[in-house]
C-alpha cells in the first residue's frame, strides 16, 4: 500500500513538473511577441509607391523617416536620387540582334524619305534604271508609299524598295508556261519567288536592266497569250452560233 501511494506521488510530481515547463515555455515566447510588435510600433509606418510601366506595375514599398535623422551629406544624396528617377528614360535607339550586335532601329519612313536619304551614286543608279524602264513601250513607273512600282501595261514588271540605305530591285520573272500551269492546275503549294538585286555599282545595274528586259518579254509573252485566247473563245462562241441557227 506504502509502494502504490509512493508511486502515485512521483507520478504526480512528474506530471507537475512539466505542466509548468510548458507554462514556463509559453510565456518566454508570448513575451518575445510582444516585444516584438512593441519594437515595430516603433518604427515609422511602411508606404507603398504603385509605378505603372508599359511591361506592367511596379510596387516600391519605404518607410518614412524623420528628416531630422540624416545628416546634410545624406539629404543631399537622397535628392540627387531622387531627380534622377524624376528623368524620363530617353527612347532606345538601338535593339540587340540575335547574335548580340546592337543595331539601330528601323524608321518609320515612306519611299521618298528614304529616297532622300540615299547616297549620291545610288540615287543615281536608281533614277539611271527608272528611266531606262520607262523608255519601253506599255511601261511606267508609279510611287507608292514603300516602294516604287515599275508597271507593263497594268503587270508588275519589277519594285524598288530601300532597306539601309541599299536599293533592293525585285523582278517576278516566272517563265509564262509555268505560270499559266500553276493558275490552271490551281496548284496552291507552287510558290514561285522573285528574283533580287541589291543595287550598289554600275555592274548591278546592267544586271538590273537585262533582268528587266526579260521580265518585259515574258509579260509580253503573256499577254499575247492571253489575246489569243480570247479571239479563240470569240471564234468558238461565232461557231456555235451558226450551228444553232442551222439546226434551227
Partial sequence: ??????????????????????????????????????????????????????AGEVKISY??????????????????????????????????????????????????????????????????FTAYVKKQEGCESLLQASALAYRYHKAQLAKATIRRDTVILSFPIANPELGRLVREEKLKSVRMQPAEIRLEERADLDLAKQTADISLGYLKEEEEYRAEKRKEARREAAKKKREEGSAS
Fill in 1 to 54: 500500500m506504502e509502494l502504490t501511494v509512493l508511486i502515485l506521488c512521483i507520478a504526480l510530481t512528474v506530471v507537475s513538473a512539466a505542466a509548468l515547463i510548458g507554462c514556463g515555455l509559453k510565456w518566454k515566447n508570448e513575451r518575445a511577441e510582444l516585444r516584438a510588435e512593441t519594437e515595430k510600433a516603433k518604427q515609422p509606418s511602411e508606404r507603398v509607391i504603385a509605378v505603372k510601366q508599359k
Fill in 63 to 128: 518607410i518614412a523617416e524623420d528628416a531630422a535623422e540624416f545628416t546634410a551629406e545624406e539629404e543631399v544624396a537622397v535628392a540627387d536620387a531622387t531627380s534622377v528617377a524624376a528623368v524620363p528614360a530617353p527612347a532606345p535607339e538601338e535593339e540587340p540582334a540575335p547574335d548580340g550586335v546592337m543595331l539601330p532601329v528601323a524608321e518609320k519612313l515612306s519611299f521618298s524619305e528614304r529616297y532622300e536619304r540615299l547616297p549620291k551614286e545610288v540615287k543615281k543608279l536608281l533614277d539611271e
